[in-house]
């Protein structure tokens, strides 16, 4: 039987090649692998269930620009969509703005790898990097109005709380509990801009007394 020749290429490189008798039908190798930014689609002319006909058969592979994700790591801040569009598309109107995540503590301070213009040739991550954000507690007298002291750190550090005040006819007591750290919110529960200060004031109460009269008989 005569002998014909079936080869294979991708992007004009031999690919796979083999002999076959007439009358046989074409047998078709592996999927070459995906390029970057391009995925295997297809054998041209159409390989599958080809039969070899008195003469030799060339197929060449045909890619496709692929659809791939580029995919935002907030580490714990708020979510960012992800961008899904095919290699080579222009996404830079799509790409989140400089406030587009935020986190409790923290001052965003952009990606770990730059934002991409136009879609990469692969599914890509990047990461939010964060910088600690600076918090003051301030301790007042609320009888006197005066600073007892004032606690400066970063989000987290250990905070210790002075003793109460004292002051004759009074007692007292914080408004709001002294926080262990560092907080990110004042004492409304609002959250601080970096540098903010959280007040806690010792409320007095004035203390019952008993006055006794002796009538002296």
């Known amino acids: 039987a005569n002998m014909y020749n079936v080869t294979f290429y991708v992007d004009g490189v031999v690919y796979d090649s083999y002999k076959l008798e007439n009358g046989s039908e074409v047998i078709l190798p592996e999927n070459p692998e995906d390029k970057e930014g391009y995925k295997f689609l297809v054998w041209s002319p159409d390989a599958n269930g080809a039969i070899v006909d008195e003469e030799d058969l060339e197929f060449n592979a045909v890619f496709v620009k692929g659809k791939y994700v580029l995919s935002f790591n907030t580490d714990g801040g708020t979510p960012v969509d992800s961008i899904e569009a095919k290699y080579g598309d222009n996404i830079a109107n799509l790409l989140p703005g400089a406030n587009a995540t935020t986190k409790e503590g923290y001052t965003f301070a952009g990606w770990d790898t730059k934002l991409p213009e136009t879609m990469p040739g692969k599914n890509t991550e990047v990461k939010a990097l964060w910088t600690k954000n600076a918090y003051s507690v301030k301790f007042v007298n609320g009888l006197t109005g005066a600073e007892i002291t004032t606690v400066t750190g970063e989000y987290g550090s250990a905070v210790a709380a002075p003793a109460l005040p004292t002051a004759a006819g009074y007692t007292f007591a ?44």
């Open 174 to 217: 914080w408004d709001v509990t002294p926080p262990a750290t560092i907080p990110a919110k004042n004492e409304k529960g609002e959250v601080m801009a970096n540098g903010g200060v959280m007040t806690v004031t010792a409320v007095p109460t004035a203390n019952d007394v008993t006055i006794t009269f002796d009538t002296n008989g």
